[in-house]
Every structure is written in C-alpha cells, then in structure tokens.
C-alpha cells in the first residue's frame, strides 16, 4: 500500500481522469468525491438528453455506468499491485425511476481488507460481494446493484 501523501495525489487524480473519461462526460456522471486514503468514492449523475430513455427517466445502462468501475479501482489500490482484482459479475435491480440526479457512494472497511488478504495469502481467490445503492436527491432508493469481484494474490507473491 502507498504512503498516504502519495495516496492522496493519486485519489486526486484518478478523479480528475474518471472526470475527463468521454464516455462518463457523456453520461452525465461526475466523480464528487474520492477520499485521499482511496476508500470511499462519491459519484453523482445528473438527467440529461444523453442519459434520459425513452419515458423520460434515467437510463438503465447509464445507471449501471455510474457504478461500474469503483469496487475494482478502490479494492486495486487498498491492496496494491500484487493483486489480481478484477470485475467477476454484477446486477442492477432497478427500484423507481430516476427522475432528476442521482447518486452512489462506495465505502471500504478494514474488516473487509483483512478477510481477502487472509483468503487469499496461500493463492486462492476470494470472491467478495459487494452492494452500492443508487439513490435521488431526496435520498430515495432508485436501484441497488450487486458487485460481485475475483480477487487473488499473484502467483509471486504468495507465500511458500
């Protein structure tokens, strides 16, 4: 893991890229927030012409967009480079209709990082499922999805 001055700069960064990504500037997605020790993220999408279907809500795919790439990147930098940290599969149940902004916010906790350092310290994977609820300005629940990752440590760096 990276001393916290370098963490932050990198938090500030990455924020900077996320906002900059077409795709995100397209959708209306904006990345508010990512905490300088790169363990909470806070993203907020607003309705636009880009982003609204066809009933005039927010878009599905959009909504799954906004939340896509967090768990991976904050997981990749909590655990570092010695980690194989990929997307293993996702769903998105959606609740009411986005009709204004909305908003995710991603959180990791110590007793999280040390469960998948411990499955995975002899090589194996750890499969950790992970949920993030999408919600409107008034703090209603517009979709919840459910992340679930395939973590493990690279094959030089486990243990003999």
Same mark, same amino acid.
């Given at each position: 893991?990276?001393?916290?001055?370098?963490?932050?700069?990198?938090?500030?960064?990455?924020?900077?890229?996320?906002?900059?990504?077409?795709?995100?500037?397209?959708?209306?997605?904006?990345?508010?927030?990512?905490?300088?020790?790169?363990?909470?993220?806070?993203?907020?999408?607003?309705?636009?012409?880009?982003?609204?279907?066809?009933?005039?809500?927010?878009?599905? !795919?959009? #909504?799954?967009?906004? &939340? +896509?790439?967090?768990?991976?990147?904050? $997981?990749?930098? =909590?655990l570092g480079r010695e980690y194989?940290?990929?997307?293993?599969?996702?769903?998105?149940?959606?609740?009411?209709?986005?009709?204004?902004?909305?908003?995710?916010?991603?959180?990791?906790?110590?007793?999280?990082?040390?469960?998948?350092?411990?499955?995975?310290?002899?090589?194996?994977?750890?499969?950790?499922?992970?949920?993030?609820?999408?919600?409107?300005?008034? !703090?209603? #629940?517009?979709?919840? &999805? +459910?992340?679930?990752?395939?973590?493990? $440590?690279?094959? =030089?760096?486990?243990?003999?």
């Open positions: 893991m990276s001393n916290p001055r370098r963490l932050a700069r990198r938090a500030r960064m990455l924020r900077w890229l996320l906002n900059l990504y077409p795709p995100y500037l397209g959708a209306g997605i904006r990345v508010q927030h990512i905490s300088p020790d790169m363990r909470s993220v806070k993203v907020r999408m607003k309705l636009t012409r880009w982003n609204r279907n066809y009933v005039g809500t927010q878009f599905g !795919g959009s #909504l799954y967009s906004m &939340v +896509d790439p967090f768990y991976m990147l904050l $997981l990749i930098e =909590q194989i940290v990929w997307d293993k599969a996702a769903s998105i149940d959606f609740i009411s209709p986005g009709k204004g902004p909305v908003y995710a916010e991603f959180h990791l906790d110590d007793a999280l990082l040390d469960d998948i350092r411990q499955q995975t310290a002899t090589g194996k994977k750890c499969l950790p499922r992970l949920q993030v609820d999408i919600r409107d300005g008034a !703090g209603e #629940l517009v979709a919840r &999805v +459910d992340k679930t990752l395939y973590v493990r $440590l690279k094959p =030089q760096a486990r243990q003999a």
